[in-house]
């Protein structure tokens, strides 16, 4: 069981706009920086936000982050076919001296 | 090109041993701070070792403490990840990990990773 907390799928059409949280605690998102990842199926993860907000340079500005208290937001906008895969959210936690993950959103492009 | 190769994933026997290498090349490795990252087959990412760039720094995960070793050796330009007294609960594909800047999370190259599974 993840400390950080992800909804299992969200799903939306194509061209539509979908976000997908990450709840923590105090001890992690609550005082640090979140990053997202993406990994399409049978590949390796890839980054994709850091810092809460900050796209990698080669990332497209329809992926977004954000953070508010003890939760992250990653939004995805125009949605594309090709932006199916699972999303992972990360954050270090200063109780467990660990990275930890979120278990991962599937998404699905209806 | 920036790149990480991990090898040395295996089919071993409950208790037995192997140890992981990660090849990186198309960057100055002695610089960066690296990771080992498993994930389990239809499960979630999970943090597995930190090592420093100097190696000096090391930290684990729980549930691998006492049983997997980090190492790195900068001459070489390489990661490994000594496991001992592995369990069916180390079955996953581990992959290495590059960490960009100063925060613990953020991965920003990843290797295709290498299989381990556990099982006799």
């Known amino acids: 069981q993840s400390v950080l907390t992800q909804p299992p799928s969200v799903s939306a059409a194509p061209g539509q706009k979908v976000t997908m949280s990450c709840s923590g605690s105090s001890s992690n998102i609550g005082k640090n920086y979140v990053s997202w990842y993406q990994q399409l199926p049978g590949t390796a993860p890839k980054l994709l936000i850091y810092a809460n907000n900050k796209r990698p340079s080669g990332i497209p500005d329809r992926f977004s982050g954000s953070k508010s208290g003890t939760s992250a937001t990653l939004g995805i906008s125009g949605l594309q076919t090709g932006d199916e895969a699972d999303y992972f959210c990360?954050?270090?936690?200063?109780?467990?001296?660990?990275?930890?993950f979120g278990g991962g959103t599937k998404l699905t492009v209806l | 090109e920036v790149q990480l190769v991990e090898s040395g994933g295996a089919l071993v026997q409950p208790g037995g041993s192997l140890r992981l290498s990660c090849a990186a090349s198309?960057?100055?490795?002695?610089?960066?701070?690296m990771n080992w990252v498993r994930q389990a087959p239809g499960k979630g990412l999970e943090w597995v070792s930190y090592?420093?760039?100097?190696?000096?720094?090391?930290v684990y995960a729980d549930s691998v403490k006492g049983r997997l070793t980090i190492s790195r050796d900068n001459a070489k330009n390489s990661l490994y990840l000594q496991m001992n007294s592995l369990r069916a609960e180390d079955t996953a594909v581990y992959y290495c990990t590059r960490i960009w800047g100063t925060s613990n999370e953020v991965f920003d190259v990843w290797g295709q990773g290498t299989m381990v599974t556990v099982s006799s």
């Open positions: 198309g960057f100055t490795f002695s610089s960066y701070e």
């Open positions: 090592i420093s760039s100097t190696g000096y720094t090391i």
């Open positions: 990360a954050a270090w936690d200063n109780s467990l001296s660990a990275v930890l």
